[in-house]
């Protein structure tokens, strides 16, 4: 099965694909220009130049799986927060069940579900990933939700927790934890349809999400 990752030139897009490649998994990496290339072809990972806000529909071609890890990122506005974490994930969503995709992997974040609860800031992006989930339970297009909580950089663990009640509250997990359970999730066929939170935590990866 090939994944599609969307946002492959990432923090956790990078991470995930450098561990997919030395596992031998199939995937394509998305990208948005030349430059970001030449890290994807030093470890043999094929790439293809898309942009969210035009048209990426080839970039699909010879691929069963979706992985959304893209993100406008906290250096842009609400404007870009709609049209890149809403819209164009819907977009994905839309060229994935015409496609027939086989399952879409959804990026989303802890406490999604309750945009109203976070801080002020946050409530766009918040709202943005709780109506781009939203979208894809209702797409008919098989599906996996991550919802991971506040992304930092220290070394895999790879040992994590499913819940704040887990964690004491905790509410942070390294994004390169996080690139090793989507290591994890996109081999693991019979999770579909599940949504995860993803926490730092005490627990093996498969152990904690089965
Ligand atoms: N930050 C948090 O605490 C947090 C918590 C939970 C979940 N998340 C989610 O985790 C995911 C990844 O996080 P991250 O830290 O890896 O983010 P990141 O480093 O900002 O990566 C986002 C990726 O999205 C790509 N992208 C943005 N606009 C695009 C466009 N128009 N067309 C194509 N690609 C586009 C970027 O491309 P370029 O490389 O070309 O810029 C980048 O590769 C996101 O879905 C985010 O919402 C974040």
């Not at 035009?54 to 069963?64: L, T």
């Not at 709609?82 to 990026?107: C, H, N, P, Q």
């Not at 409530?123 to 991550?146: G, H, T």
């Not at 905790?170 to 994004?175: A, F, K, P, Q």
């Amino acid at each position: 099965m090939t994944t599609l990752v969307i946002g492959a030139n990432g923090q956790i897009g990078h991470q995930f694909c450098a561990l997919a490649a030395q596992a031998g998994l199939p995937i394509k990496a998305m990208i948005r220009n030349e430059d970001q290339r030449a890290w994807f072809a030093e470890r043999g990972i094929d790439a293809v130049i898309a942009d969210l806000e035009g048209d990426f529909r080839h970039a699909f071609e010879g691929c069963d799986q979706v992985l959304f890890t893209a993100g406008s990122g906290p250096h842009t506005g609400s404007d870009k927060t709609l049209l890149i974490d809403l819209y164009a994930a819907t977009r994905a969503i839309d060229v994935s069940r015409e496609l027939g995709i086989k399952r879409f992997l959804m990026v989303s974040a802890l406490r999604a579900e309750n945009p109203q609860e976070a801080p002020e800031k946050l409530r766009p992006y918040m709202a943005a990933k709780f109506s781009a989930d939203a979208y894809l339970r209702a797409s008919n297009v098989p599906y996996l939700i991550l919802k991971p909580g506040r992304l930092i950089d220290e070394p895999a663990t790879q040992r994590v927790a499913t819940s704040l009640a887990e964690t004491g509250g905790e509410n942070t997990v390294s994004r390169a934890n996080v690139a090793h359970a989507l290591v994890h999730l996109v081999q693991a066929e019979d999770l579909t349809g599940r949504e995860f939170h993803l926490l730092d935590g005490e627990r093996g990866i498969a152990e904690a999400l089965r």
